[in-house]
């Protein structure tokens, strides 16, 4: 991977979230972006030439606290992300410390993938109050190329192929990637293994794409 490709593949990282993928905790109401979509959108813009390991564990029984370090990779380049949790106890009082950990490393992923900048211009408006209404971001909300209007979207370059090829029986078609990035936008599909190029979409599937999108794509 080089500089330049490496340099674009952050640029993916940063560009918004499809609305709706903030989300509330039910605890203190406070907005964040699921893991699972931290890692999607990582999956898409490296085209899965990342990686993600445990750099340290640290249990302490006595604080009852788990603590993580995970170390995400993008070509040459890595990031250290930290997490912590609390150690919460079962029926029987014993310490639960797999969903902990699972816990911890979760947020350790975030962490690391927050160095990027990715999700900061769908979580600042949410908070305002802290870093978001910062003058000093401002830039990274008036930049993003991916918001020029309510109802415009800006998809991939049509004419750039991702290494994916279709499913359907007799097609194997090479997914552009605009094709990839419109299967994001299904619905509890999961992509990595219902590949399909838009000609091959059942028709259900592509009713379910939000309207800008589907229109998006249609213009390219």
């Known amino acids: 991977m080089d500089e330049m490709s490496y340099s674009e593949i952050i ?4 560009e918004s979230f499809p609305n709706g993928t903030v989300k509330f905790r039910s605890d203190n109401n406070k907005a964040y972006i699921p893991n699972q979509i931290y890692t999607d959108r990582l999956e898409a813009a490296t085209q899965g030439k990342w990686n993600k390991s445990i750099k340290d564990i640290e249990i302490n029984l006595e604080h009852l606290y788990v603590k993580v370090i995970v170390t995400v990779t993008i070509g ?3 990031r250290d992300g930290y997490g912590l949790a609390y150690i919460d ?6 310490p639960k410390i797999s969903n902990t950990l699972d816990q911890a ?21 949410h908070n305002k109050m802290d ?5 000093g971001i401002r830039h990274l909300l008036d930049s993003d190329p991916s918001i020029e209007g309510q109802n415009q979207v800006r998809l991939a370059n049509p004419n750039h192929k991702v290494e994916r090829k279709c499913i359907m029986a007799g097609c194997h078609k090479t997914l552009s990637a605009d ?3 419109l299967l994001k936008q299904v ?13 091959h979409l059942p028709d259900h599937y592509k009713r379910k794409i939000p309207e800008q999108y589907l229109k998006a794509f249609l213009r390219e």
């Open 105 to 125: 490393a979760a947020s350790a992923f975030v962490d690391a993938l927050d160095t990027w900048q990715m999700g900061w211009r769908d979580l600042a408006p």
């Open 76 to 78: 040459d380049h890595s």
């Open 131 to 135: 870093w978001g209404g910062n003058p």
């Open 179 to 181: 094709e990839w990035d």
């Open 11 to 14: 640029l993916r990282l940063k």
């Open 187 to 199: 619905p509890n599909l999961n992509r990595n293994k219902m590949v399909y190029c838009f000609e």
């Open 89 to 94: 106890s079962d029926s029987k009082g014993r």
